[in-house]
């Protein structure tokens, strides 16, 4: 009964975040950037054109998964699309575990800042559960 409660709520929320994606996306960067220069300068992981292309769309495919998660009203999309084996993943990579937590903070702000109080309760554990899944 619940589920079918919050349903048009849990629309709502998905359908701001899939019509925000890119701002939300490039605000979240452009803060990740400002705590982390370090990302981008020479060396750092996005450091480059590329590099830096591949974080965006990580972060993308994260808000996506976010949403499928507050569709379905569960963690479980989350656990089974997005988390498994995610850290071994980012380490075989050499990217720092510590800053894909830091650049999800960094778009749970970003969302947040787009939905009223009661959508961001409803909204921000699936954005905790990635970064305690991640830390």
């Known amino acids: 009964m619940f589920f079918l409660k919050t349903g048009t709520q849990r629309v709502r929320i998905a359908s701001v975040l899939s019509e925000n994606e ?19 300068a020479p060396g750092g992981n996005a450091f480059g054109q590329r590099e830096r292309a591949l974080c965006l769309r990580d972060y993308g495919w994260y808000l996506r998964l976010i949403t499928y998660g507050v569709l379905a009203g569960d963690k479980d ?56 899944a991640m830390s």
Do not use: H
């Not at 890119?22 to 981008?40: C, T």
């Not at 989350?78 to 575990?97: K, Q, T």
């Not at 937590?101 to 960094?106: A, G, K």
């Open 22 to 40: 890119k701002k939300i996306v490039d605000k979240a960067s452009q803060e990740l950037w400002r705590r982390r220069p370090d990302f981008i």
């Open 77 to 132: 999309p989350i656990e089974s699309i997005g988390l498994i084996g995610v850290r071994e993943m980012y380490n075989s990579l050499g990217v720092p575990v510590p800053g894909m937590v830091e650049s999800i903070r960094c778009l749970k702000e970003a969302t947040l800042a787009l939905l009223d109080d009661e959508d961001v309760q409803e909204a921000a554990p699936y954005f905790d559960y990635i970064i305690q």
